[in-house]
């Protein structure tokens, strides 16, 4: 068997970390949400759920690979035998997610290459000019909005094809490509966006805008979604729970200082976040449309950005630059989240096999690849919405909650605590702190965020998100659902078969 990759340097670790953390999320989830929820109070309320569940499962995800040097799906089954299909439905809907987010970094990829159309629209009148840059994604995609429709534009398919080149590329060797490509691309975003904020900043107006990012609303703190969004978004960003953070533990020196690389890790996360919301807001508030900036999500970059672009300045070639470095900042920003699921994916199933990494890399690129042809098509927004929606607002909490019973209840957190702390200088995770998290505070969030999510399905919609039709719902989310789930017991005859020939399973154990 191959040597074990290992990061260069706890630095490469950490900035790995962050690249991963660190993507599309920070730059139109974080500042949609922030503005939905009066600013300030969603800051509160988001620290306070990054304090108390977000970083305690990030250190203890990184402290369990590290011990047990395994992906997701074995260091699941050290935790205990009967807890390996968690670390399956944690891989399993990794490879669910990138099947998607490869195209939404096609699409940035997409309007990258697009953006010097803006400099002609920049001399329309008002109302054409925006409408323009509004629809320029629908008319480069062909997007409908529905889920039928099944022509697949050309130039979309090449920027796929781009993007999943750029992903292996990346990942090629393990850790070691890895570590050279983050030095770049967690610096790169950082750079454009403080360019992006400066420039906002500076037009009247701006600062109308930034002030809803900062300044709280008393009034907001009673209202449950705002505690929901919160949650969710410290889940979502930190990419815990994906597979991803296993794999990029078990990469680590056993002098790694988990407790103080984590709070790094999940501070520059939200640092980058309000840097974002800073650049979002002020760009708003400086081209008069602050009616918009609480929308969130894909709509954010590709119908409302577009819009801001054109509304700039009079010069056309340079809102044309200025939206190349908005796109370009997102693909900064999104390249190393691609590539860290699927080397989650990689050293989970590497791992579990015995096989070669590299080999395993290639497979999953050429298969989730395939299979996200399928959301490039016309109707691919719409699946892409309501995967989306499967894959984080049911299977990722499901994974959370799932893990913090096999770790929090099945296992000796003082063991897990005792890794995390193990090289601690500075700072320590206390034991009460991190116990509370992990056994009661994480999984009872976990749980009422899942609640809440199934009763606004079933009671706000009827069943039918986002008004979608039944059947597209049924196919995108339950049957997507069903198949995360299900694959760790699918395996486990798949293994059973392999073992007849010969295969024997590694011992995972926790050594003392
Ligand atoms: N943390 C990422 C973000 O904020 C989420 C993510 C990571 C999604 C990795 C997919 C893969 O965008």
Not at 194 to 204: D, E, F, Q
Not at 311 to 321: I, K, Q, S
Request: neutral net charge; aromatic residues 14%; proline residues 3%.
């Amino acid at each position: 068997m191959e040597k074990r990759g290992q990061w260069s340097s706890r630095f490469t670790f950490i900035l790995a970390a962050i690249g991963s953390a660190v993507g599309l999320g920070n730059a139109w989830r974080f500042p949609g949400l922030a503005a939905k929820h009066g600013g300030g109070t969603f800051l509160v309320v988001y620290l306070l759920a990054m304090l108390v569940m977000g970083i305690p499962l990030l250190m203890m995800e990184i402290a369990v690979s590290r011990k047990f040097r395994k992906g997701a799906i074995e260091s699941m089954r050290g935790i205990g035998k009967k807890w390996e299909p968690v670390g399956w439905a944690a891989t399993s809907n990794a490879f669910v997610i990138v099947c998607y987010y490869s195209v939404v970094f096609a699409w940035v990829i997409l309007m990258f290459i697009n953006s010097w159309q803006f400099a002609g629209m920049t001399g329309l009148p008002a109302e054409e000019k925006v409408a323009k840059a509004g629809g320029l994604f629908d008319k480069l995609t062909h997007t409908t909005g529905a889920v039928d429709g099944t022509l697949i534009p050309g130039q979309v398919l090449l920027c796929l094809l781009i993007a999943w080149g750029l992903i292996f590329f990346c990942i090629r060797n393990g850790a070691k490509s890895v570590g050279k490509v983050v030095k770049f691309t967690v610096f790169a975003p950082v750079v454009l966006l403080l360019i992006m904020a400066i420039k906002g900043c500076t037009m009247p107006g701006a600062m109308e805008g930034v002030k809803i990012l900062f300044v709280p609303d008393m009034n907001a703190f009673s209202d449950p979604t705002l505690w929901t969004d919160a949650i969710g978004q410290v889940f979502y960003s930190l990419s815990i729970m994906m597979a991803i953070m296993f794999a990029y533990g078990s990469y680590l020196g056993d002098d790694a200082d988990i407790a103080l690389d984590a709070v790094i890790i999940a501070f520059s996360d939200m640092a980058i976040s309000v840097l974002s919301g800073v650049v979002m807001f002020s760009t708003m508030g400086g081209t008069g449309m602050m009616d918009k900036v609480s929308a969130s999500g894909i709509g954010t970059a590709f119908y409302i950005y577009p819009q801001a672009i054109v509304n700039l300045t009079d010069v056309g070639w340079f809102n044309a630059v200025f939206g190349a470095i908005f796109y370009l900042m997102l693909i900064t920003l999104a390249i190393d989240s691609a590539f860290s699921i699927v080397e989650g994916i990689s050293a989970a199933v590497a791992d579990k096999f015995h096989l070669k990494p590299k080999s395993v890399t290639i497979t999953v690129c050429a298969i989730a690849g395939i299979i996200s042809i399928l959301f490039v098509s016309q109707a691919g927004l719409a699946w892409l919405d309501i995967v989306d929606n499967w894959a984080n607002s049911i299977n990722l909490i499901l994974v959370g909650i799932l893990e913090c019973v096999a770790i929090g209840w099945t296992f000796k957190l003082r063991k897990v605590l005792y890794e995390i702390n193990k090289n601690a200088k500075k700072f320590k995770a206390p034991y009460w702190w991190f116990v509370a998290s992990v056994r009661f505070i994480a999984p009872v969030l976990l749980a009422g965020l899942f609640a809440w999510n199934i009763i606004h399905l079933f009671f706000d919609e009827g069943g039918n998100y986002g008004g979608y039709p039944m059947w597209a719902v049924i196919c995108g989310g339950w049957v997507v659902s069903a198949f995360v789930f299900a694959s760790g017991f699918i395996a486990k005859i798949i293994i059973a078969k392999k073992k007849k020939d010969g295969f024997v399973e590694d011992e995972v154990v926790w050594e003392d």
